[in-house]
């Protein structure tokens, strides 16, 4: 077979299944609105949570990081890329999180995959969530170590899994809250388990930092659990992108030698660093704004009435709206779109599992009740056929 064959056959199984991918051009865009070819939509697609993608604080500070460091760091870490800028927000991290650690990554896909592949030998085991996200999942299956998933969010899985002997090294994953269901795991659950069996837990925080625990602490904090290794990124309630692994002094000393995303990738900009810094602050000062989400997503649960569709049970800012059909999803997301100026995309399969198609709707802060009762109103619209 010709590559030129290949990529072909490729491409009509992909438009066959209905799990083709496109990509949109916006031209602008808020955690609320944001306007594609020239037209104005409701954004429940972002998840910028707390608006702090439009701080203007923090906005001004990227600015002032550019005056002084200018634009890119220049290359990796461990040459000339790591400035006191980098070296700022890591402190301030490690005090807001509670470790000794932190280590910058370009984004918390290369954060998961750094951890993971530095960690973890064909000697080792990976007790990792089934609905774990995909830089888990791949990075795992890279190791050659042995892999086991547990059923989604089950303590019962996961200990009969745990308690088979192995005799290498065991890291159990989770995420905080994820990112296509939007349920919460039971860390301390997961982390008395892992305890008990001398086995480290890896919690990445994407979609709870910022968003939830005592200041935007995130969901460790909710329960008063250190894992060995959390992951938090910068793309979702820090408005900005990038990601952060916290840790004790001396694993952060190894990932330093091992971890080759962090040696082989140019780091993150200065100025981006200091952005970032200032959005750490303005998180802490954001009980209002978190508050203000957590009365959206009250609001929509309660007014939420669909026949046709299924409610998840998530009670965070994401939202799924379940289908199950791929051609229906997509059918639904593109009246929202077309009809009803209201964007939100349809997730399938492989992101989410077979016969699970879905809108994932997010919401945030910005978010007004009316914005909700719009998207509520034009779902009752929709006619299943």
Known sequence: MTWKLFIENQIKLYKKTSIWRERCCIDISNSRKLSFCGKTYLNFSSNDYLGISCNQMVINMWKNGID????GSGGSGHIIGYTKAHNNLEFKLAEWLGYSNALLFISGFAANQAVISALMTKKDRILADKLSHASIIEASIHTNAQVRRFHHNRIDSLDNLIKISFPGKTLVITEGIFSMDGDAAPIDELYNIAIKHNAWL???DAHGIGVVGNKGRGSCDLYGIKPEILVVTFGKAFGLSGAAVLCDKQISDFF?????????????PPAQAVAISEAVKQIQLADIARAKLNNNIKYFRDNFNLKYIRLSSSTTAIQPLIIGSNSQSQKLSRFLREKKYIWVQAIRPPTVPLGSARLRVTLNAMHQQSDIDILLEALNDFVFV
């Open 68 to 71: 002084q460091y200018g634009l």
């Open 202 to 204: 890896m919690v990445d």
């Open 256 to 268: 330093i030698q091992k971890a080759r995303h962090l040696i082989y990738s140019t780091s993150m």
